[in-house]
């Protein structure tokens, strides 16, 4: 009868001879009958004498109605096949039977060289890994993550709660944001989690990490912790340069006005003292401030002054004559005062017609003018 069964089996009745089927005794080394159902199973195993001795001690414990107890092991006449006996206790007898796991084991070792291959490309990445199941308890979280978060490293292990490990993170004091309100905090970032949504969050030792979640196809989530420190950094940088700016344009535009004031001195009457050196970008900002005050003012006479300029070049030249034009053109007449006689000469030199523009000697000279012109 036990040659009819498809696996090699052994049969050991108690206080009778073991009895071994066709396919058993192929698998046997051929050492001449055995003793007992443990003596079979080494003639066919390559077990050395502790484990038959352990084997001898399970068999033992074993019960009926108990588990089949389950040993493997390399086959004694060819170590590169692997078997699995599975021992099973009935009322009266032992029975074992062998079933060859070499291509489950062959498999097995395969899947798990190409875990281990993933598990150290994730350990080796920059970025924080961390991988949650369907319950949002960790399954595994890499080298990176670990450094990240140091102060709750230790919670970080497989099974714990993400929303316990956040939690006792932020009682311990490892988020900025979460210092003095961890409640309030600890909730905004579990509903943020929930989401899915892109957090940028503080360390308390000063960094800031982005992390990025996503839904696995079972339900869990892996997420990406990114250390942009030195991001922030930077975009603090630009801010603050952006502020100076700012305030230097302002200053600049304060000290312009300061530069080339426009008094009114009458009704409709407009002096503008040009005082210190004029370049064109200089002349270009009075004439465009003068201007929009003669509009705005409605203004018919402007004295421009320019006892205090040392230098007047071409350039700057025609920028007056160009004013004087647009001030006509506008209704109000220009009047050029305090012209020393080195400049006169340097303007006749350069060839600059200020014919058509209302000269005096000095300021005094030109406000009277003005006076009497707007009457």
Known sequence: MLDTLPLPTAYAPDGGSVQCNRLWLELSDGGGVARDLVEACAQILAWNESEVAAARQWIATLSAGDPPLQLAAPLRRDPTRHVQIMILRSEAALTAQVVEVTALLTAQRAAQHQLDVILSALDSLEEGFLLLDKDDRIVFCNRRYRELYAISADLVTPGRPFAEMIRIGAERGQYAEAIGRVDEWVAERLRKHAALEPVEQHLADGR????????????????????????????????????????????????????????????????????????????????????????????????????????????????????????????????????????????????????????????????????????
Request: glycine share 6%.
């Open 208 to 375: 800031w990490i982005r992390i990025v979640e996503r839904r696995t196809a079972d339900g869990g989530i892996v997420g990406l912790r990114i250390d942009i420190t030195e991001l922030k950094k930077a975009e603090e940088l630009r801010r603050q340069l952006a502020v100076r700016e700012e305030v230097i344009a302002t200053q600049a535009a304060l000290l312009a006005e300061l530069s080339t004031p426009l008094l009114e001195v009458a009704t409709r009457v407009l002096l503008a003292p040009m005082v210190g050196a004029f370049d064109s970008a200089r002349v270009a900002t009075l004439i465009e401030s003068l201007l929009q005050a003669v509009q705005r003012r409605q203004v018919r006479i402007v004295v421009l002054d320019v006892t205090g300029v040392p230098v007047i070049d071409t350039q700057v030249a025609h920028a007056i004559l160009q004013c004087a034009t647009s001030l006509r053109l506008l209704g109000a007449q220009l009047v050029i005062t305090g012209i020393r006689p080195d400049v006169a000469q340097t303007l006749v030199a350069l060839g600059v017609d200020l014919s058509t523009i209302v000269t005096r000697a000095d300021l005094r000279d030109g406000v009277q003018y003005a006076l009497r012109q707007s009457r």
